[in-house]
């Protein structure tokens, strides 16, 4: 936890928090942060600062916060992820929220399984959890926005072609005759498949809402290795 965020139920007071729960264990245990240390923190969704330790003891941590920092700059971009897997959609989250994602779709797709979308980790609470893990590990306080498309061919129909106008639109697909582009700079609608990739009819409605289909060389990346890879690539 690099950066301590809060919420608006954390604050006692104008310029101060009584947090109780496992950020003042880790403020405790992990910081072992003693009275008048200052610690990074950030408000959710606002402006990110110092927390001074006022108080340290078997009834919490109070801080008194100074705010003076904006969060880092958003990525330039929406994902659409084909439904990962649950236990790799816990992490893909957590890497998609610490690298700056603020806007992703999660998507259906042929080579989804339908349980997926049952998982626990579906559930709203769950999602934020994973995606505030990405934020504290990052420093950002801007939690990212996230959409669940159960339905490939009304989103890529209907709504794509929205998303993607104006924007440079990539599709991520082993084989493709075009490599990934690198650095780019301007607004970026990225998909990225599942684990048995897109099949070719869902590459060519891609396309068809405005994606360039491109490969990443010649090896075949895990889906939380790909999203990894092509942020950093791309940006
Ligand atoms: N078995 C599938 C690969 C799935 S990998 C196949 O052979 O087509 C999961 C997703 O990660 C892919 O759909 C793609 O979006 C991305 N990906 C992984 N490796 C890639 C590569 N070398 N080039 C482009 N995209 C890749």
Redesign the pocket.
Known sequence: MNLILLYESDFISEHKVHLTDHRAQHIQNVHRAAIGDKLKIGRLNQLMGSGLVRQSDANGVILETHFDQEPPTPLPLTLIL?LPRPRMLARSLQHISTLGVKRLVLLGTKRVEKSYWMSPELKPEKIRDNLILGLEQARDTLLPEVHLETQFKPFVEDRLPNICAGTQGI??????LEA?PRGIEGETTL????????IPYEVEKLVEAGLKP??????????E??VT??LARLF
Not at 215 to 223: P, S
């Open positions: 084909a599709v991520a697909h082993p084989g493709s990934c998909a990225i498949g599942p684990e048995g990739g897109f491109v490969h990443l060389g010649e090896r075949i990346l895990r889906v290795t790909a890879a092509l």
